[in-house]
C-alpha cells in the first residue's frame, strides 16, 4: 500500500535524451510536489501543483516540465538532459496546502544519472 | 525567502547517549510551521517531528523532542536514548503560505550512532 509511489527508482541516460519521472499518491491528497536532491544531499523545491494547477515555479531550466494529469498524478519531464540533472528527484504529497501543519508524504526518490 | 540554517554538518554520538542538532531560520512571519525529517541511507524522507509556531509548547514524539524557541527563530531536535537506527542525515525544514506550502530545507546535520 505505498502512499507515494515514483517510477523508475533508478534511471541511467544520456546526454541529450529526454526522460520522464512518474508519480501517483493514493493519499487523496490535494497538493503534489518535486523536490530535487543533489550531489551534497540538498533538498530544492521546483514545483508544487494544488488540485492540478501549478503554484510553485521556483527557477527551473524550461527543459523541465511538470504534468498533472488527475490530481493523484504529477509526472516530470526533462528534456535534453544535461550533466547537471544528475540527482535524486523526489515526489511528495500533502493536503491542501491551507493546513500546513501537516505532514508531506515523500516518495523514495528517482536517482538520475547523466552520462 | 526564507532561510534554514543547520550548522553542524556532522555530529557523533554513542548508543543510549543523547544528541541535539540545531537549525535556525530567517523569517518575517508569524504563521508557520516547521518539521524535522530522517533520511537514512535508503533515501527515503521520514518524518520524525513537527511544531506549529503558534504553539508554545515543544513537540514531542517517544525519544524525539524539540526545543522551540520563536524570538530567537531555533529549533532544535533532542535524541534521547540513542539507537543504531537513528544513524541518518537529518533535515530541518520550514513551511508557510508564503512558500506556498513547500518545503524549505536545511541543508541537513549526518548523524553517526557509535556502539
Known amino acids: 500500500d505505498t502512499a507515494v509511489s515514483q517510477t523508475p527508482k533508478y534511471l541511467v541516460t544520456q546526454m541529450g535524451n529526454d526522460k520522464s519521472i512518474k508519480c501517483e499518491q493514493n493519499l487523496g491528497h490535494d497538493t503534489m510536489y518535486w523536490y530535487k536532491q543533489d550531489s551534497k544531499k540538498f533538498l530544492k523545491i521546483m514545483f508544487s501543483y494544488n488540485n492540478k494547477e501549478l503554484i510553485i515555479n521556483e527557477t527551473v531550466p524550461n527543459r523541465f516540465s511538470p504534468k498533472s494529469p488527475d490530481k493523484a498524478h504529477l509526472n516530470l519531464h526533462i528534456n535534453s538532459l544535461e550533466l547537471g540533472d544528475s540527482a535524486v528527484y523526489f515526489c511528495?504529497?500533502?493536503?491542501?496546502?491551507?493546513?500546513?501543519?501537516?505532514?508531506?508524504?515523500f516518495g523514495d526518490g528517482t536517482r538520475l544519472s547523466i552520462l | 525567502a526564507q532561510t534554514v540554517t543547520q550548522s553542524q554538518p556532522e555530529m557523533s554520538v554513542q548508543e543510549a547517549e543523547t544528541v541535539t542538532l540545531s537549525c535556525t531560520y530567517d523569517?518575517?512571519?508569524?504563521?508557520?510551521?516547521l518539521f524535522w525529517y530522517k533520511q537514512p541511507p535508503s533515501r527515503q524522507m521520514i518524518l520524525v517531528i513537527r511544531?506549529?509556531?503558534?504553539?508554545?509548547q515543544n513537540a514531542t514524539e517517544n525519544r524525539f523532542s524539540v526545543n522551540f524557541q520563536k524570538a530567537a527563530k531555533s529549533f532544535s531536535l533532542k535524541i534521547s536514548d540513542s539507537q543504531l537506527g537513528d544513524a541518518a542525515m537529518y533535515f530541518c525544514?520550514?513551511?508557510?503560505?508564503?512558500?506556498?506550502?513547500?518545503?524549505?530545507f536545511g541543508k541537513g546535520t549526518s548523524l553517526l550512532v557509535t556502539p
Open positions: 523569517t518575517s512571519e508569524s504563521d508557520y510551521y
Open positions: 525544514a520550514y513551511r508557510s503560505a508564503n512558500s506556498g506550502y513547500a518545503l524549505n
Open positions: 511544531q506549529e509556531a503558534y504553539k508554545q
Open positions: 511528495a504529497s500533502s493536503e491542501r496546502g491551507g493546513l500546513s501543519n501537516q505532514p508531506q508524504h
